[in-house]
């Protein structure tokens, strides 16, 4: 294996080439350390504020595109091959804001400042993403999504809001017009080495291929893997705790494929949650909506589906529904492979099936079939860009006698580990799905699950909750239902025709 | 664009740019959104630089048998490890002084995370990995961790307040309908973006400048002085800005200004902490959580005769702010009604679990947030549309019109705010349309509220109600403005450099805002009690108006014409029959001779406390709203969404209408996730689990209401002199996050046929929520506690 012991990557227009890097120095760090760049702030150091909010730019198919990140918790190490804008980007050269800063102006969308860079920058990565041609407006779902991994103390964002829908009719900016040498010079920095780096016995590995991570991960079974390092980054800035390996799994492009194998989808264990989101979202409006709530955009641009389920979280995002949908999960170890169902991975609290050397390589996702009901649900304090107290995924196939001949009801932050309930499941075989059914399907739900009260919810609540979404989903079922969804209700009532946000804000 | 030197050019006719009244952005708003804004963390870092970390108590409440820190001494890049041995002068450094609150915990620790020591290193990271090497070996004592168990054993911080009017025992034996509960308000973490951070620079004797970020510079100077045992004028302590206070600056920053002085003092280099967001959440103060007991009389028609009511709160174990916290929550207990008999008490109790503070409001809005509940109780009690019962009992403006402090309302336009905002929202149609949503709805529940606010504004300390400022002309007619508020995102640098560009008719450009600082304006006020603009906005008037008394005299004299001749304009300055620039008329005084710095100073008239008989004027006036909120509630989950709000603010004549409403919006949405989701949760072994955003919520983007529709209150000036007859709008906006609350126990309410008060405890989680509906329906079932 030819390593490359240099980390490259363009720092707007520049090219860096690092070598020695301590494997787990942030992003932020060194931006605000060894850059002296001082405009990404620190707010939390775990990925929940969006002060430290970057975008990077990856060449993906000859194309660059460009995400928002949370510098806090990404290795310097992993932006090999990218582009890194930051704050300091954004001026023009003759020193005029950028459109997404004039509009902040504009609105008065800055109080304090401390937070504002964050959410120049995540306006700056939707300006790209979605104001692409003249006449575009992005929709206000789409700017709170773009705009939920960024917390403001002090204006209640309907100012923030107000600026983003002043990002229309978008004209050509400097960034743009780099853009062709942009191309050119990541393209140049693209190979198929690994990358290596270290300092004081400790290392940094970064393959290029699928084979390479695997011999990798086999000759250095102890090494931390690395993907999106949405949870990994938190082990270094809140635990301090010392990596002395860490093999990342960022630049190998064959695990981040989407295959349709017809009547399922297999997921490379280094697709992204964003990337996730477009190929799951299609198969029912609940994986989209569950996806759309992981984290924030910065969160799922970086964390992926694959370390969301190696890491075993009793939550966890993505197992409850996947599970439920009766998910299947390769895992490799060298040239081995084995595939077992992905609820059976989970063996115990912080406790998974995976042998020293193994690795996460994809995940099998099967399609809905004709009388499949599905429905996910995710319960937590705030809607966005939090941890569920409880999450609920409910898969129940009627046959054509309209009687349940299957039920899957995974639930996460029920249990150790996520986990179906096959009292509730038993108390659906061989019956019609109606509320009587839902109801004793709940109150079959104590012999399944004993919760813990935590700082997210207690015991009882999580209890009443898990069969209360029991007859949620069977109201669903039922033609005709009512409005059953906050969510729902409040898009529907918006798009019916309402002001603008803050009517009256812009000062403009 | 960077404003630039000034150029003198007199237009024919026109109105200087940043007049007070106007719009203007704030003045660091192109540097906030370039990140070139300077935050203590980005100050050029002198060399040597020491980073600093504090080591952490893990007890709630015990006694320190030996501390070992040989290893934390021993670890890589430590260079110097401080305890409360290391003190010169006073280990203490509480608001007050009251020895309560030391630097260091010496033999007891109080709460689970007291800090302990501090070790410097020549890196962050080892400063960090070094503080967790600390032996520390405990004797366990018994941990008071909340309200309840220290109602049992009944320790106060500081000493308690009452406010009498009437005979409230008598009055209730007297009245028609009496009801009595109890209502649980939690805490809140401020959640400023920046965290607390400060750095000291030592000079030479025994001189250190400190740069911190508070809301206090002058307190921070006393303590830091008062710890190191040097005279306050050794010490200069600089603010440029703050990314965010919210009242979690006004003492808190006490602690990490003190250690870093103590470092730098000890080492000769400078040094900087900055916690952790983790360790900023555990270490300092927070809202105070209160339980509030009351008890009410009133008659059919829901007049309210009379109201007893005790502020029990989690003040932690110091005192720091809690005695004027607790006492404004009674200053708020009455919000805009008249009881015409009360008796207001409050028990600040002391408990091992961290020193509550300052937070925007300052016990106000738990006091309003306790009326409120009083209010709402009444409603369901007679059946009533709550919003009548709030009419019903206004305060009156010629009679029914004295507050249980004894204070006279005045200025009282609560009533037709009200009015208008009911027209404006459309109030009772929606309430209609609501009911009948509900009525079709099974799983979804809509609820409806408005509620009122009026906040008093002054510092009930009187001797803080004064301010300083300091004006530089120099003699290119560029302007410097000192004054002793911080700025922490309100805009005040901006609204008082409006009135200075005002006072002399000049483009605010020409305005240079400087850092505050304790060496140009000594000995100030907290910026806190939403008090910047009124004090500082002030002083600085009187600064240039001494200015412009002399430039006037001077300009009289030198080009021979009457004083009166003598106008400054924004085509410049009229001097008889020719106008020149100001920077011409500036030359020509220096030239002649005329000192071009002032000073200025401004003291709140007509207000005076006793507190020993609960009577007096805490208060120079009163800053009103009102606020409509209308959610949506998921009755299987207690799930919920703000559909919608409607907000009519008074701000007077607003210095700067676009702030102004930027705090409005914003104080909304902070008391809206005070009310919601923003929970404190403590183990039982009294650690805070919920110390970062990741499990501590603020609300996010998509929490805002969908409808958000917010104005000021127009052709209403302050009745009483204050600047430009403009209104204080830090705080009260904050309490218009009441209406929430109330939509939500609306909403909730629907389950029981709104027959049952929901006694909603605050914050509203999906979870409490979801309880209050299982409890209403439960009740419901067997007709317990139904009007």
Not at chain 1, 36 to 63: H, I, N, Q, W
Not at chain 1, 445 to 468: E, K
Not at chain 2, 94 to 109: K, M, S, T, Y
Not at chain 2, 653 to 682: R, Y
Request: with cysteine; charged share 20%; proline share 5%.
């Amino acid at each position: 294996m030819q390593h490359r012991r240099t980390i490259r990557f363009l720092l707007g227009n520049e090219l860096r080439e690092l070598t020695d890097l301590d494997p787990t120095l942030t992003v932020l760090d060194w931006l605000r350390g060894a850059e002296r760049r001082l405009g990404t702030k620190e707010g939390c150091a775990e990925g929940d504020c969006g002060a430290c909010t970057v975008v990077v730019g990856r060449l993906v198919d000859g194309v660059v595109r460009y995400e928002a990140i949370n510098a806090c918790i990404r290795f310097l190490a992993t932006l090999d091959g990218c582009q890194l804008l930051t704050v300091e980007h954004l001026k023009r050269p003759d020193g005029t804001l950028h459109p997404v800063q004039q509009a902040m102006v504009d609105c008065h969308g800055s109080q304090c400042g401390f937070c504002t860079p964050g959410f120049v920058m995540s306006l700056y990565a939707l300006y790209r993403a979605e104001v692409a041609s003249p006449g575009g407006v992005p929709d206000e779902q789409r700017i709170d999504d773009a705009l939920a991994g960024n917390l403001c103390r002090c204006t209640g964002y309907a100012p923030i809001v107000a600026a983003a829908q002043q990002l229309r009719d978008r004209t050509t900016d400097h960034i743009d017009e780099a853009l062709p040498t942009v191309t050119r010079a990541l393209a140049a920095l693209a190979d198929d080495a690994v990358v290596e780096t270290g300092r004081d016995g400790r290392r940094f590995l970064a393959p290029a291929t699928v084979d390479q991570l695997a011999d990798l991960v086999l000759a250095n079974p102890e090494a931390t893997i690395v993907s999106g390092a949405t949870d990994v980054g938190l082990w270094v800035t809140k635990h301090q705790k010392v990596l002395p390996t860490v093999i990342y799994t960022g630049r190998v492009a064959g695990l981040a494929r989407i295959t349709n194998r017809g009547d399922a989808l297999e997921l490379g264990a280094g697709v992204t949650f964003t990337a996730a989101k477009a190929a799951l979202g299609g198969l029912h409006p609940d994986l989209d909506e569950l996806l759309r709530r992981v984290g924030a955009e910065q969160v799922r641009n970086a964390g992926t589906i694959g370390g969301n389920i190696a890491n075993g979280s009793p939550i966890g995002d993505t197992p409850p529904a996947l599970i439920a949908l009766g998910a299947s999960l390769t895992l490799r170890r060298g040239t081995q492979r084995r595939t077992l169902p992905l609820q059976d991975y989970f063996l115990a609290y912080g406790k998974q099936d995976r042998q020293s050397g193994e690795f996460v390589e994809s995940v099998t996702v099967p399609k809905l079939g004709q009388g499949d009901l599905f429905a996910a649900y995710k319960i937590s304090k705030r809607f966005d860009q939090d941890i569920s107290a409880l999450c609920a995924c409910f898969l129940v196939t009627l046959g054509d006698d309209g009687l349940i001949t299957r039920a899957r009801l995974a639930y996460g932050g029920m249990a150790g580990t996520p986990k179906r309930a096959a009292a509730a499941e038993a108390a659906l075989l061989g019956r019609p799905w109606d509320a009587t059914a839902a109801r004793d399907a709940k109150a079959a739900l104590a012999q399944d699950f004993t919760p813990l009260s935590d700082w997210r919810a207690s015991a009882a609540y999580r209890l009443a909750v898990a069969g209360n979404l029991l007859l949620k989903f069977q109201a669903e079922s039922a033609p005709g239902a009512p409005a059953t969804r906050v969510l729902v209700q409040r898009a529907q009532a918006f798009k019916a025709g309402c002001d603008i946000a803050s009517r009256g804000v812009c000062n403009a | 664009m960077p404003d630039k030197t000034p150029i003198d050019i007199p237009a024919a006719s026109r109105r200087i740019d940043g007049a007070v009244h106007d719009s203007r952005r704030h003045e660091s708003a192109h540097k906030h959104v370039s990140g070139e804004a300077l935050y203590v963390d980005d100050i050029a870092e002198p060399a040597g630089l020491l980073h600093v970390q504090l080591g952490l108590a893990s007890r709630a409440h015990a006694r320190i048998r030996s501390m070992d820190l040989e290893a934390v001494r021993r670890a890589p890049g430590v260079v110097a490890v401080v305890t409360a041995a290391d003190i010169p002068g006073d280990n203490d450094i509480g608001a007050g002084l009251r020895h309560d609150e030391p630097l260091f915990a010496e033999d007891v620790v109080q709460y689970h995370g007291h800090p302990l020591f501090a070790v410097a290193a020549e890196t962050r990271d080892q400063a960090r990995r070094a503080a967790q090497l600390a032996k520390v070996d405990y004797e366990d004592l018994p941990a008071v961790l909340d309200i309840a168990a220290a109602r049992v054993t009944g320790t106060l911080v500081t000493a308690p307040m009452t406010l009498r009017l009437g005979d409230a025992e008598a009055a209730l034996k007297a009245a028609p309908r009496t009801l009595s509960g109890r209502i649980k308000i939690g805490g809140q973490e401020h959640f400023y973006l920046e965290s607390q951070i400060a750095m000291a620079i030592p000079g030479e004797d025994e001189d250190v400048l400190v740069h911190v970020s508070t809301q206090h510079p002058s307190e921070v100077q006393h303590i830091v002085a008062h710890v190191l045992d040097i005279p306050d004028g050794a010490v200069t302590v600089e603010v440029r800005r703050m990314g965010g206070g919210f009242g979690g600056k006004e003492t808190q920053a006490n602690l990490f200004a003190a250690c870093v002085a103590l470092v730098a003092k000890k080492t000769g280099r400078a040094a900087k902490l900055r916690p952790d967001r983790d360790d900023d959440i555990r270490i300092t103060g927070k809202r105070h959580d209160f339980e509030v007991d009351y008890q009410v009389g009133f008659d059919d028609q829901g007049r309210i005769l009379a109201a007893d009511m005790l502020f029990a709160a989690r003040c932690g174990f110091a005192a720091d702010l809690s005695g004027p916290v607790t006492d404004r929550a009674l200053f708020h207990a009455d919000n805009c009604y008249f009881y015409g008999n009360a008796r207001m008490a409050s028990l600040p109790l002391k408990t091992n679990t961290v020193s509550n503070t300052a937070f925007r409001g300052f016990g106000g809005p738990q006091g309003m947030v306790a009326a409120e509940r009083v209010v709402e109780e009444v409603a369901f009690a007679t059946g009533l549309d709550p919003l009548d019962v709030r009419k019903v009992n206004f305060y009156g403006t010629t009679d029914r019109n004295v507050t249980p402090y004894h204070q006279t309302v005045e200025d009282n336009i609560i009533g037709p705010l009200v009015d208008e905002l009911e027209e404006w929202s459309d109030y009772r149609a929606r309430r209609q349309a609501i009911r009948a949503f509900n009525a079709a709805n099974p799983y979804l529940k809509k609820g409806l509220a408005l509620t009122p606010v009026k906040f008093g504004i002054s510092f009930t300390f009187t001797p803080y109600n004064q301010g300083g400022a300091l004006i530089h002309i120099y003699t290119d007619g560029s302007i410097h403005l000192n004054h002793g508020g911080t700025e922490m995102g309100q805009g005040l640098n901006t609204k008082v450099a409006q009135v200075v560009a005002d006072e002399f008719q000049v483009d605010i450009g020409r305005i240079r805002i400087t850092a505050t600082t304790t060496g140009k304006v000594p000995n100030t006020s907290a910026t806190a009690a939403s008090s910047g603009s009124d004090i500082n906005g002030k002083a600085a008037q009187n600064a240039a108006r001494t200015l412009k008394a002399r430039l006037v005299e001077f300009a009289a004299g030198h080009w021979n014409v009457p004083e009166d001749a003598v106008a400054f304009t924004a085509e410049g300055v009229r001097v008889g029959e020719q106008v020149l620039t100001f920077k011409e008329v500036v030359k020509a005084a220096y030239m002649g001779r005329i000192s071009l710095s002032a000073t200025g100073y401004y003291k709140t008239p007509k207000i005076h406390w006793d507190r020993a008989k609960g009577q007096g004027r805490p208060f120079l006036y009163y800053a009103y709203g009102a606020a409509v909120a209308e959610v949506t509630v998921d009755t299987l989950t207690g799930e919920y969404v703000v559909d919608q709000v409607d907000i009519l603010h008074d701000c007077g004549d607003s210095l700067n209408p676009a702030l102004d409403k930027g705090q409005v919006e914003g104080g909304f949405i902070q008391g809206m996730g005070w009310l919601t989701t923003e929970e404190l949760w403590w183990d039982a072994q009294g650690r805070l689990r919920t110390h970062a955003p990741s499990t501590y919520k603020i609300p996010a983007c998509g929490d805002r209401p969908r409808r958000f529709n917010v104005r000021l209150v127009q052709n209403s000036p302050n009745v009483e002199d204050t600047i430009h007859r403009s209104k204080a709008v830090g705080e009260p906006p904050l309490m218009l996050g009441i209406s929430v609350l109330h939509a939500l126990s609306d909403a909730v309410a629907s389950v029981a046929d709104h027959r049952i008060c929901p006694r909603l405890d605050a914050p509203a989680t999906p979870e409490r929520v979801l309880t209050t509906i299982e409890r209403l329906r439960a009740q419901a079932a067997t007709g317990e506690g139904m009007a």
